[in-house]
């Protein structure tokens, strides 16, 4: 799939900034080669091979690796005004869920998502949807799919989830996952903290529950994302040895540090509460509700911060609200409590590649590895807002959208 234009498939970009991932700084005077879907060198102007090859100049523009999701819901449909997108989606057709989720898929990639991790959907469907993406039936970043998640009864996400309520249950759930296509399991183990009740956050799986999904998940080779927001939650998915920990709304200082000291990621979401406290059409309770759990949980992701607990970005697209195209928004929200422009960058790049065991294949922009890249217009580390609006993107080497500048009285693109 690719955009109208006249970028042809060899090519080397000579960008303004480039921001590769790995280093410290931007660079400035540098170019990109790509061909055959990968790219071929990146060093100062002149030092690549160029015979041959469009050269392409945005001198104005930002170069950085392909941007990366690691909580998605792409068969959420996040348009609804009313109600639960999570509930919605457990009750409507097959159909209707891969439509949505189709859209989805194809937001998120113009805006410069080039892979995502999936926190879950009804029926295995985003199994489905990332066998589609593989293909090129479906347009979307690449996609881990994580089938149903794992939850206990009447915990939450059960009406869409995958039922397992002792430790044997769990690894049965994981040995089913896996035998679907599952690329990473979704173990949920807390409720909701946006409920207004006494249920809001609490832990729903036992230390033991975890950690016999988790076991069973690594035999299988497969890394377990946790849905935690309170303490106890937190602290016992970290113990356990999940790959990251989702949300931690709640999570107090002995529950980071418990993360800190076990090494394992999370992925904050601030767009979540961001979005929620300015829902339409929220009850007095959900209002309150919401304007206090957003500043629970900026302190407790600031307090993570502060502590050097790897951040990933994650979105949880697919809420209400929530659209597929909300990771700048993620990475300025990082910014604003207390992580460098450049360091929240490789929450969404590198790190994150990392976190989903891609990092030799995707994350930074190094010889050899695939042709993800996104440019913009601006420096991300002086404003993380010029995110929101990508003058290309490309994925694998494949334009996805290209949408510089026309010069006028000048060939498109020329």
């Keep these: ?32 080669g790509v061909s055959g879907g990968r790219i071929t060198h990146v060093g100062p102007v002149g030092t690549g091979s160029v015979a041959g090859r469009q050269i392409v100049d945005l001198p104005h523009a930002t170069l950085i690796p392909g941007l990366i999701d690691c909580h998605v819901h792409y068969l959420f449909d996040p348009r609804i005004e009313t109600g639960n997108s999570v ?16 859209r989805n898929a194809r937001l998120a990639l113009q805006a410069g998502v080039t892979t995502a991790r999936s926190a879950g959907a009804p029926r295995d469907l985003d199994i489905a949807l990332a066998a589609g993406i593989a293909r090129s039936d479906v347009i979307g970043p690449r996609l881990l799919p994580a089938g149903r998640a794992v939850t206990i009864t009447g915990g939450h996400g059960s009406p869409f989830g995958l039922i397992a309520d002792s430790a044997p249950e769990m690894v049965r759930a994981v040995r089913r996952l896996v035998g679907a296509g599952a690329q990473v399991i979704k173990a949920v183990a807390s409720e909701a903290a946006m409920l207004t009740d006494d249920r809001a956050g609490v832990a729903e799986m036992s230390a033991a529950e975890l ?14 994302m946790a849905h935690a927001q309170d303490s106890v939650s937190v602290r016992a998915a970290a113990e356990a ?9 709640l999570a107090d200082e002995a529950a980071l540090a418990a ?13 979540v509460t961001d979005v929620y406290r300015s829902l339409p059409k929220l009850s007095v309770d959900q209002q309150r509700r ?9 302190s407790s992701c600031e307090t993570a911060i502060g502590m050097g607990i790897p951040i ?17 928004r993620e990475v300025e929200l990082l910014t604003e409590h207390g992580m460098t422009a450049m360091e929240a960058l490789r929450g969404a790049t590198i790190r994150a590649a990392r976190l989903l065991g891609l990092e030799s294949e995707i994350g930074s922009l190094e010889e050899g590895k695939q042709a993800d890249l996104v440019a913009v217009n601006g420096d991300p580390t002086a404003d993380p807002g010029c995110l929101s609006d990508p003058v290309l993107v490309m994925q694998k080497g494949v334009l996805v959208s290209d949408r510089r500048p026309v010069r006028p009285g000048s060939p498109p693109h020329d």
Excluded: N, Y
């Design 290 to 298: 919401q304007e206090e759990l957003a500043m629970l949980h900026r």
């Design 87 to 102: 509930e919605l989606a457990s009750t409507q057709p097959t159909e209707t869920l891969m439509l949505v989720g189709a």
């Design 241 to 249: 040895g999940v790959a990251s920990i989702e949300h931690a709304f």
């Design 211 to 224: 950690s016999a999904l988790v076991a069973e998940a690594g035999r299988l080779r497969r890394k377990v």
């Design 312 to 328: 990933v970005t994650g979105t949880d697209c697919g809420l209400r609200g929530v659209g597929p195209d909300l990771v700048w």
């Design 1 to 32: 799939m690719s955009a109208p234009s006249d970028l042809r498939p060899d090519l080397v970009l000579r960008p303004g900034l480039l921001i590769d991932g790995v280093a410290e700084t931007a660079r400035t005077g540098w170019e990109l």
């Design 259 to 271: 993360v800190a000291r076990s090494g394992v990621a999370l992925t904050p979401t601030l767009v």
